[in-house]
């Protein structure tokens, strides 16, 4: 039996790498109107709902609504990911292995319906049972809700729930609502505190031993490599 009934994944920086592409949306539009953006502000932005990430560039002189700015920045990450989805290390490869073994998933993002929606079109058929996105939840990350959301709609228990997150905000969130959540850093750094669980990567991870990796109880170990090995131990002896 499992210590896990299903998982909650992130979207941007955990699932997909399209930080990037925010970044690169971000200052296209920036340039645009005369104002200076660069790929250290834009880690100003990682995790935050859509709306906070408008107000941070408002905040750097940009004149244009909150609600516009998010559209505008939509439109543009959405073409860059019909263009190429580009999935992080691993994690295309545990989704199928999960769906494979008839773990529950759902993605629980701050992003908008309609650039979840081409990342999913992306992922094996079939992977995401429910899809949590920031405009339709009633409050985002680092708020608790979207996991409880997600949790809810998979018909499972927070406690008895994954969640892979890469930012602050999200591990804050899915933490608070009471996941076994695991932090993967990838852009910004992921502050170390007691009872944390923190892992350099989801590449080489499976459906077992992400279990082993629960099992072990340690939240700072063992690594990836090594619960897999014990997982392949276990089911040998």
Not at 19 to 38: I, S
Not at 120 to 145: H, M, Q, S, W
Request: hydrophobic fraction near 45%; include cysteine; aromatic fraction near 4%.
């Amino acid at each position: 039996m499992r210590h896990y009934a299903a998982v909650l994944w992130d979207m941007d920086g955990t699932l997909v790498d399209t930080e990037p592409y925010w970044v690169e949306a971000e200052t296209e539009l920036m340039h645009a109107h005369g104002l200076d953006w660069d790929e250290e502000k834009g880690m100003l932005m990682v995790g935050n709902e859509l709306l906070t990430s408008a107000n941070i560039l408002i905040a750097h002189g940009l004149t244009l609504p909150a609600e516009e700015i998010v559209e505008l920045l939509l439109d543009r990450v959405v073409e860059l990911v019909r263009q190429h989805v580009p999935f992080r290390p691993g994690a295309k490869e545990l989704l199928a292995d999960l769906h494979a073994n008839e773990v529950p998933c759902a993605l629980v993002t701050m992003s908008y319906r309609r650039l979840a929606e081409a990342v999913v079109a992306a992922c094996p058929e079939g992977a995401f049972a429910a899809l949590i996105t920031g405009d339709e939840v009633p409050a985002g990350k680092p708020d608790p809700a979207p996991y409880l959301i997600g949790a809810a709609q998979l018909g499972v228990p927070p406690e008895q729930c994954v969640a892979f997150e890469d930012s602050v905000p999200g591990l804050t969130s899915a933490e608070a609502a009471g996941t076994i959540a695991f932090g993967i850093p990838h852009l910004v750094p992921l502050p170390e505190k007691p009872g944390r669980r923190l892992v350099p990567t989801l590449e080489g991870m499976s459906a077992q031993s992400l279990d082993g990796l629960i099992g072990a109880g340690t939240p700072h170990g063992p690594g990836v490599a090594d619960a897999q090995e014990a997982a392949d131990s276990d089911e040998q002896s």
